[in-house]
């Protein structure tokens, strides 16, 4: 995929966000499509998809294993924009997943929420470290210190995916 420049970046006129992998090269663009009751899907041109509530990657499409659902608390900070001295100390997650070949499913994690770096960069970096009996996985998000709003995160999309990193190129903005 051609990596594109900031001043290429720049002229892209709609919410923009960039993804990829650690076994990929490169990003890809990909542009918002529909926002539903706050639940905005990016699609690229193969009709791939990531579905963002806030910052938290809540469902794909179009990848080999897909993320369904994540349903989460009311005051997660991931969902729902809020400054990171706001942001609860734990908080509980369920990942849904709905398989064509299999028996669906559903993973329950408890995450514990901490500051990793606060750098004079305005730019606070924090992570989720969420585990149950069976799995532990870490989040990172890279917030805005006082809004709480979520510029970039390295999150984790279920069993047998790839973490995804997602980087917010021009934020959606409801109206």
């Known amino acids: 995929l051609p990596e594109l420049t900031r001043a290429e970046l720049n002229q892209v006129p709609f919410a923009t966000i960039a993804l990829s992998r650690e076994s990929q090269a490169g990003r890809a663009y990909v542009a918002a499509t529909v926002d539903n009751a706050g639940y905005v899907s990016y699609q690229d041109a193969n009709r791939r998809s990531v579905v963002l509530k806030g910052g ?11 993320l369904a659902a994540v349903k989460h608390q009311i ?42 770096v606060r750098e004079d960069i305005e730019i606070v970096e924090i992570q989720d470290r969420c585990a149950n009996s069976r799995r532990s996985f870490t989040n990172t998000y890279w917030a805005d210190p006082d809004s709480g709003f979520i510029w970039k995160a390295v999150q984790w999309v279920g069993p047998r995916a790839e973490p995804l990193t997602l980087e917010i190129i021009r934020p ?3 109206g």
């Open 75 to 116: 005051n997660d900070p991931i969902a729902v924009q809020t400054p990171p001295d706001r942001w609860p100390p734990v908080l509980s997650r369920n990942y849904q997943y709905w398989l064509s070949s299999a028996a669906d499913f559903q993973i329950s994690v408890r995450c514990v929420l901490e500051t990793v």
């Open 56 to 66: 938290m990657i809540s469902g794909t499409r179009g990848f080999p294993f897909d």
């Open 172 to 174: 959606y903005a409801a």
